[in-house]
């Protein structure tokens, strides 16, 4: 099943949910950076969002330094963002919340 | 325990051992693009990384894009290279061997 990609309205009403992430300069991505206590509670985010990223067969571009990571969502076969970014999003956003970030 | 900075001879013999790994331009640090057969694998070696790292506390500076994990190290107390850093790649480059990479 293929994804489109949203129109510039779905990907404004998007934003506006998911209020943490913006537009990435020069790129039709979101970003958003997640800032932890420490390692164990950052990696213990990403093993997490890992397995949802799994199950949606949709990856981050991610990196991590110590407590933060910092990710990048789009969809690369479709050029630009589609609801799996949205839905992805949405999920780290709800298992960072339930770590008190 | 602090750890003390390598001097350029034990730099150099840290990286004749460590052959996946070259010096970062402009900074003391090393680095290694790690490539496995999919996500599953990359997060999998990053999630065996990650248990390694916690127990030097030691962390890596790294990034994933589905299938490929580009690691640096360096150890900033220091402010440059240290044994932590030649332990920590040597683990890294054993983990990944052991998945065939």
Do not use: Q
């Amino acid at each position: 099943m293929s994804h489109p990609r949203l129109t510039e309205n779905e990907r404004h009403t998007a934003l506006v949910e998911l209020s943490g992430w913006a537009l990435t300069p020069g790129r039709e991505a979101i970003r958003r950076v997640f800032t932890f206590r420490n390692f164990n509670e950052a990696f213990g985010f990403m093993t997490r969002a890992a397995l949802v990223a799994e199950k949606l067969n949709h990856h981050p571009e991610w990196s991590n330094v110590y407590k933060t990571v910092d990710v990048t969502l789009a969809t690369h076969d479709a050029d630009g963002l589609t609801e799996l970014d949205v839905k992805l999003a949405r999920s780290m956003d709800k298992i960072a919340a339930s770590m008190g970030v």
